[in-house]
């Protein structure tokens, strides 16, 4: 089994990527196995993982824990769970400041005291001292952002950083990240399963499905003229303002099990326009924008149109 297959892709200097996928595509373990947090005995990696020129896949475990924090942050997607909830937020933050600098315990709060207030926190001199379940949820995701930038690292990998948020608090926290993202001169790792995320933050944009990549593309281009029919379904199930439709375009049936993808196309089963091509494997293939599907240029021009309607604003 193979939860994820055939993903390659790079991450520029303060570049936002986005990955975005149904749940079960593959975009959390991917970025987990590349960290090294996937530890189960039965668990195989393979390929080649390099940051700032380092191959990072296959380094020990004191090696990874130096990197993981310092050069790379990490957002994980439920704060509540990331949090311990027998320690104060301040000495979470402040742990993770001393493993990776050489500073004192009152140099380290008065850093935690500084994060919170930078993320939003108000009164932090005063919160830095409560427990997680204190804070609301849109309070604690800004907490494990503190503690992901509490070292100013180059990468940032954000899992699903506005899930179970409501509306306003997801704009509070997008806004948030891309501010940091500034003051920190951070790359950006963004996994999220809504495309209305991926259009407002990324610079690039990775879609997959099953576990391998059915997309990847500048974000206008995979927003604007999307080319695999995976991502027409994704597009067409948001909500658009400037359209006059009364239903939203849907995907039929479910996601395939990891444990039964099909040997060509993983994506055929659900897919409309299938055919007989589809029983092989596509490979990605364009240029620049990239995509892993069979039908022609002009084919996807003409059954895209009657899919969805591209907006004019992306």
Known sequence: MHAVDGLSLSVGRKEVVGIVGESGSGKSVSMYSMLG????????????????????????????????????????????????PVYKVGWQIAEQIRAHQDVTKAQARQRAVELLGEVGIPEPHRRVDQFPHEFSGGMRQRVVIAMALSCNPKLLIADEPTTALDVTTQAQILELMGKLQDAYDSSIVLITHDMGVISEMADRVVVMYAGRPAEIGDRRAVIRTPQHPYTWGLLGAVPRVETK?????????????????????????RCVHRFEKCDERPVLRGDGHLDACWLSSEQKVHLRAGTLEIGEGA
């Open 37 to 84: 947090l996937l530890r189960e005995p039965n668990v195989s990696v393979t390929g080649s993982v390099r940051f700032e020129g380092r191959e990072i896949l296959g380094l020990a475990d004191r090696e990874m824990r130096v990197l993981r924090g310092r050069d790379i942050g990490m957002i994980f997607q439920d704060p509540m769970t990331a949090l311990t």
């Open 245 to 269: 439709r009364s239903r939203l375009a849907t995907i039929p049936g479910t996601p395939v099990s990891p444990l039964n993808v099909p040997t060509g196309c993983a994506f055929a089963p």
